[in-house]
C-alpha cells in the first residue's frame, strides 16, 4: 500500500514537498517514483529512484527544479518541487516498481492514491 501526502495549493514559485509512504512489502525491493496526470491526458512521468537510490531520473519537463529521494529506512519516497509553475497543476501519484525501470507506467505494479497540487499563477 502505497500513501501519498504533502499536495496543496500554492503560488507560481513556491515549493511543495510530496511523501509517499509504503507498507506491507519490503520498501527496499522496489524502484519508487511519482508520475502526473491532468484531466483528459496521460499518466506522465515526473521522477523516479532505483532500488537502491544509486539512480535518480527526472523529466526534463522539472529537471532542475524537482528532486526525488527516498528513506528506505522509513519506506518513503519524496518528491521536492521548487519553482512550481501552473503548467505543474496535475494529481501526483506515487508508484512502485519490482524492476528498476520506474519510468515506463506498464511496468508499474502498485499505484498510490493521487495527491492534487494545484498552482496559481
Known amino acids: 500500500q502505497l500513501q501519498a501526502s504533502g499536495g496543496g495549493l500554492v503560488q507560481a514559485g513556491g515549493s511543495l514537498r510530496l511523501s509517499c509512504a509504503a507498507s506491507?512489502?519490503?520498501?527496499?525491493?522496489?524502484?519508487m517514483g511519482w508520475f502526473r496526470q491532468v484531466p483528459g491526458e496521460e499518466r506522465e512521468f515526473v521522477a523516479g529512484?532505483?532500488?537502491?537510490?544509486?539512480?535518480?531520473y527526472v523529466a526534463d519537463s522539472v529537471k532542475g527544479r524537482f528532486t526525488i529521494s527516498r528513506d528506505n529506512a522509513k519506506n518513503t519516497v519524496y518528491l521536492q518541487m521548487n519553482r512550481l509553475k501552473p503548467e505543474d497543476t496535475a494529481a501526483y501519484y506515487c508508484?512502485?516498481?519490482?524492476?528498476?525501470?520506474?519510468?515506463?507506467?506498464?511496468?508499474?505494479?502498485?499505484w498510490g492514491q493521487g495527491t492534487q497540487v494545484t498552482v496559481s499563477s
Open positions: 529512484s532505483t532500488r537502491s537510490g544509486g539512480r535518480l
Open positions: 508508484a512502485a516498481s519490482e524492476v528498476d525501470d520506474i519510468t515506463t507506467p506498464t511496468l508499474i505494479n502498485y
Open positions: 506491507g512489502r519490503i520498501f527496499s525491493r522496489f524502484a
